[in-house]
């Protein structure tokens, strides 16, 4: 690295790039738009990603002949970002709501429907059939009291975890029955560290306006006109969206570098030899970023005068310490360590789709392994026509976060090794589903591991990620973008990610 260092001091331009030139790092969702809207808004715009492949957690994969999303499926639907983008990509008829007869809860005594008018799995509606079934009588009493609550109980703190709110509005059993399964289905995390300001942006904020949280989560609930419309997807999968995004980028001449690694970034007043580096700016016309890139054997140098880091949080601290020393105390923790396990079956009995969309799995649960199954065909109706009758896409996840800070990174030690996750699956989608679906039923499998791809927002992420924007902001021509900055979810991503932008485009057209 040091020799590579002392390269770079050889060969960086000496003169500043024009200022409108912009290099993104990452190529997920996050920086193909950051790439888009920079080249939009009169940039020359180069990105790199370190994978063959763009779109980042936003993949797909071909499993017996059918093209399926291998990681995000779904967006949701709390604004209108994804679909704003969609259309603008000329995707928007292809804009869908999946199947409203929603998922199921499997609990300690069995499976029970899963309320279909909830955020994060917390009811709007308690006297619904489901939230009766799931709650029972005493467990319905006591998260009625959230109504009769005054509405500074859960939003007077500076930060509060998911379960701190849910537990003191509405009980224990909200909580273990309702929260907690869909937390670990979609986030992968215990609801006692994760952050329910980033989670759920705006839910505490809505108790005060709305007088609970029951009608906080109705007025977020609004947006999506009928139930199981709080997301949407795409026909064809969301991995249409990097297809289009790309073919955008590259129409509009956007320089696009897959498979190459970026080893450092630095200013071009930076002396890398120095311990700690030394920066000389001083005011006047900024100097330009250098990105140090590697490609294979081949490598070089590109200076622009606007940098995006795009990537995952830690990757960008790491990137960031030559310039910014201090960024690395506040280092954001890695995300869980996640397995989906797709399956592609033929068992006509699944036609009756006998779990609605699927099932998320109580913490508590013995005797199975997943945390969620998604019924893909059941889910989709596209994806049903496009398989036919009888043919059914199962999608199973594995990997869960536990309370302790350490356990948030880690698969669990009970999750079953890569190899024993075919029968694993196998196994626990004919619990779950309640029909038996053995090996000879498999069309085609597949498992797709995502190493920290989810960003883990713990209490106090949103703390850290203030301090690590306000030290970025000291430095021209930045910009932080991505889960870890904006949230999990491409909704939080897209919009956060054309916020940046919008701000990154005005600050340089001010110099």
């Known amino acids: 690295m040091e020799n590579r260092r002392i390269a770079a001091k050889a060969h960086r331009p000496q003169s500043h790039p024009a200022p409108n030139r912009a290099v993104v790092v990452g190529g997920g969702i996050s920086g193909l738009l950051a ?72 609990l300690a005594e069995g499976p029970v429907p899963l309320p279909r008018t909830g955020i994060l799995g917390i009811p709007s509606d308690l006297s619904a059939p489901e939230v009766r079934a799931a709650l029972g009588a005493s467990g319905v009493l006591r998260a009625a009291l959230d109504a009769k609550m005054p509405v500074s109980i859960g939003t007077t703190e500076a930060v509060s975890s998911v379960a701190e709110l849910v537990r003191a509005r509405m009980g224990k059993r909200v909580l273990e029955r309702l929260v907690a399964p869909v937390v670990a289905g979609v986030h992968s995390a215990d609801p006692e ?19 609970s949280l029951a009608a906080a989560v109705a007025a977020q609930r609004a947006v999506g006109s009928k139930p199981g419309s709080a997301v949407g997807g795409l026909v064809g999968g969301m991995h249409s969206l990097v297809t ?108 009756s789709e006998p779990r609605g969309t699927g099932v998320l799995v109580a913490p508590e649960v013995e005797g199975i392994k997943a945390k969620a199954l998604t019924h ?27 309370v302790k800070a350490s356990d948030a990174v880690r698969l669990t030690p009970s999750t079953p090794k890569e190899e024993d996750l075919l029968p694993t699956a196998l196994a626990d989608a004919s619990t779950l589903l309640g029909i038996e679906i053995s090996e000879a039923d498999l069309l085609g499998s597949d498992v797709v591991r995502w190493r920290g791809a989810l960003p883990f927002a713990a209490v106090g992420h949103q703390a850290k990620m203030a301090r690590i924007h306000a030290l970025a902001n000291e430095v021209p021509g930045l910009v932080l973008t991505g889960g870890w900055m904006h949230g999990n979810g491409l909704a939080a991503v897209v919009s956060g990610t054309r916020r ?6 005005d600050a340089s057209r001010r110099l």
């Open 500 to 505: 940046q932008i919008r701000a990154a485009v």
């Open 244 to 351: 289009a995004l790309v073919a955008d980028l590259r129409s509009s001449g956007v320089s696009m570098h897959a498979g190459h690694r970026i080893n450092a970034v630095y200013r071009g007043d930076t002396d890398p030899e120095q311990t700690p580096p030394q920066r000389k700016y001083d005011g006047g016309a900024p100097p330009p970023w250098i990105v140090d890139w590697q490609h294979g054997t081949d490598s070089g140098f590109e200076s622009a005068g606007v940098l995006v880091l795009a990537t995952d949080g830690p990757t960008a601290v790491k990137l960031l310490g030559v310039e910014l020393p201090h960024i690395l105390d506040f280092m954001p923790a890695t995300g869980p360590d996640i397995r989906l396990v797709t399956l592609v079956v033929d068992v006509p009995e699944l036609d």
């Open 193 to 211: 560290v994760l952050d329910i300001d980033v989670v759920a942006p705006g839910l505490r904020a809505g108790i005060r306006e709305h007088g």
């Open 35 to 106: 790439a888009k809207d920079l080249q939009a808004a009169g940039f020359q715009v180069s990105i790199y990603e370190a994978a063959t492949t763009w779109g980042g957690c936003v993949a797909s994969h071909e499993v017996a002949g059918v093209v399926l999303d291998a990681g995000a499926e779904s967006f949701a639907t709390r604004n209108t970002a994804v679909a704003d983008l969609a259309t603008e990509l000329g995707l928007g008829a292809q804009l869908t709501t999946p199947n409203p007869a929603g998922a199921w809860v499997w």
């Open 376 to 402: 893909a065909t059941a889910k989709w109706d596209w994806l049903a026509d496009s398989t036919g009758p009888g043919t059914h896409v199962l999608r199973l996840s594995y990997g869960r976060a536990g």
